[in-house]
């Protein structure tokens, strides 16, 4: 039997990246909040008619975790703080996009997410937002960190992808 990636595997492989790509800050935790998933052309043409409800459960998953990651419905006592600094998305809304492998270099069943946490631009002339990328793959079952990098360029751009071989 070949592998296929389901709608919960690619929930769980955005949750992991997220919590691979935390940006802690002074009072605060910065979160990617852009998600390119790509996906095995196979995998993506079985899902295409449910990947609305795939995005929709996987931003309610990110907004739990990061519910639960800040100790929400946990006792504490007036005046102390927590141990870690609120988690938060580094954009308003979680912005998933769910795309079919066109390069061919993902196996059934794999789950390549490319995350994106935007920090603030600069106030030079001529220069983009810079970006904080994690690219992980999630294959067997195990969720690997392919890179992480920082790029500048103009806020909204379409994703370069190609998996390091």
Do not use: C
Not at 17 to 43: F, I, Q
Not at 135 to 147: A, F, H, M, P, Q
Request: glycine share 8%; charged share 35%.
């Amino acid at each position: 039997m070949h592998a296929k990636a389901t709608g919960k595997d690619i929930i769980l492989a955005i949750l992991e990246n997220m919590r691979e790509s935390r940006e802690p800050l002074l009072y605060s935790t910065l979160v990617a909040s852009h998600y390119d998933v790509y996906l095995h052309k196979d995998d993506h043409e079985r899902l295409v008619g449910i990947l609305p409800k795939i995005r929709e459960e996987a931003r309610r998953a990110l907004k739990e975790e990061l519910a639960v990651s800040q100790g929400k419905g946990r006792f504490r006592l007036p005046g102390l703080r927590g141990g870690e600094p609120k988690a938060e998305p580094a954009d308003s809304d979680w912005h998933i996009q769910i795309h079919a492998d066109e390069d061919d270099e993902l196996a059934p069943g794999d789950i390549l997410i490319d995350s994106r946490l935007t920090l603030p631009p600069q106030d030079e002339y001529g220069t983009g937002a810079k970006t904080q990328r994690m690219v992980t793959v999630r294959s067997g079952g195990e969720t690997k960190r392919l890179r992480s990098f920082r790029e500048t360029g103009p806020s909204g751009s379409k994703p370069r992808r190609s998996l390091p071989m």
